[in-house]
């Protein structure tokens, strides 16, 4: 179309003016502003007012604009003749305005449905971390039972019966075994101190374990809002120790032997996030020792060895287990969600380990010399947890 200085029609081809038709404006007027503002308002007049403006100083305006149901791109500029004419081009775009919206609408679907899936896996990650730390939950209560004072009662109500057949009761304690009663009650409240130190034991490691639990529900939270956990300062004696008393009653129970070598090193990490990985390294050596001597592959009960060291301004903790160790076609998939050699795991615990470790800037890596042969697993972390790197093989088999 080619328009005057005054926005009047000055020509159109067919193309040009079965466009008009289409959108009303030929019938409206043969100015090409007053029929644009009919058939969309003055505001879009205001626009094209604009771009013949510019175009008449010599400027190539493009834009896009809906008329009705129809996408055009327009396309203004000065005309050759030179007498203040402007040529427009108008291009129907709808259907590619329509595929973009139809892409917009499916990536859209796909974000929600991620969204879904990410909070799946969260779900599967807190459920799994909180499994491992009830299990050590279960090991307490089994021996607060086992601790219970009903031994003691039995001999003190013993000894009171005795006390009270006595008629004579000043003569019987002057007597060779009334003087045994005084060692006795002795025995007898020593035995009470015991027990109650070992019911105050496990239940500040019960308190610790719900304290661990807290952490791990508030760390998935955090996460869920796109935030992080508190940084603090954590020595590595005092992280491995923690761990210890975490998991040392389950590994009792199951005769596993557990060492440690710990360098007295200080970082600045996330201490639950760090928490969370190494509980599930030595829940999973833990269960690779045990099917390890159910199967028949090694003597004994086995072992679990922990060692931690700086290296650099790195921190390396090692988890190295006599168990059932991996296949070398394993090692490249042992991190992935959902995948597991175990009978009835579900390949969450590792993952989110490996997931952990990355977003505290660290890396999570495998060893093992094939099955039957154990395996170590590497966590490496930054003293000040800062940066961060991708790890080699990163492991989920939990």
């Keep these: 179309m080619l328009v005057d200085e005054n926005g009047q029609l000055r020509h159109a081809n067919p193309a040009a003016r079965r466009w008009l038709d ?15 503002e009919a058939s969309c308002g003055p505001e879009q007049r205001a626009q094209w007012e604009e771009a013949l403006a510019r175009a008449k100083g010599g400027e190539r305006v493009r834009f896009e604009m809906p008329f009705g149901a129809r996408h055009f791109d327009i396309s203004v500029h000065a005309a050759a003749s030179g007498d203040g004419a402007v040529a427009v081009f108008a291009r129907d775009v709808t259907a590619r305005v ?4 139809r892409q917009q609408e499916l990536q859209k679907q796909l974000v929600t449905a991620s969204r879904l899936a990410g909070m799946a896996e969260m ?67 020593a035995e009470m101190q015991r027990i109650e130190q070992s019911h105050r034991q496990e239940v500040e490691r ?10 791990i ?23 491995i120790g923690t761990v210890t008393q975490l998991i040392a009653r389950s590994l009792e ?38 099917e390890a001597a159910a199967s028949g592959m090694a003597a004994g009960a086995g072992r679990i060895d ?22 070398p076609e394993h090692l490249e998939r042992i991190f992935s969600h959902g995948f597991t050699t175990k009978p009835h795991g579900h390949g969450f615990g590792l993952h989110s380990a490996a997931n952990a470790a990355t977003e505290l800037g660290g890396e999570l890596r495998a060893r093992s010399e094939g099955r039957g042969r154990g395996a170590t697993f590497v966590l490496t972390l930054p003293l000040s947890n800062e940066g961060a790197a991708s790890s080699d093989h990163t492991r989920s088999a939990a």
């Design 206 to 215: 019960l308190a610790e374990l719900t304290a661990h639990m807290a952490a």
């Design 98 to 101: 329509e595929a973009n919206r």
């Design 306 to 327: 922990v060692t931690a060291r700086r290296e650099a301004q790195r921190v390396v903790i090692e988890v190295k287990d006599t168990g059932c160790g991996i296949e």
């Design 123 to 189: 779900a599967s990650g807190v459920l799994h971390n909180i499994g491992n730390v009830l299990n050590s939950v279960n090991v307490s209560t089994a021996a607060l039972r086992e601790l219970g004072p009903a031994g003691v009662q039995r001999r003190l109500e013993r000894l009171l019966s005795l006390l009270e057949e006595q008629d004579d009761l000043a003569g019987f304690l002057g007597s060779e075994r009334g003087r045994q009663v005084l060692p006795y009650l002795r025995a007898l409240a």
């Design 217 to 239: 529900i508030g760390a998935q939270q955090r996460y869920a809002r796109g935030g992080q956990g508190a940084r603090e300062p954590v020595r590595l004696p005092e992280l």
């Design 22 to 36: 289409s959108i009303g404006l030929r019938a409206a007027s043969r100015s090409l502003l007053d029929g644009i």
């Design 253 to 290: 129970r199951h005769g596993i032997a557990f060492e440690t070598q710990i360098e007295d090193v200080e970082m600045i990490v996330d201490r639950h996030r760090v928490l969370q990985i190494l509980v599930n390294l030595v829940e999973n050596a833990k269960d690779a020792v045990r």
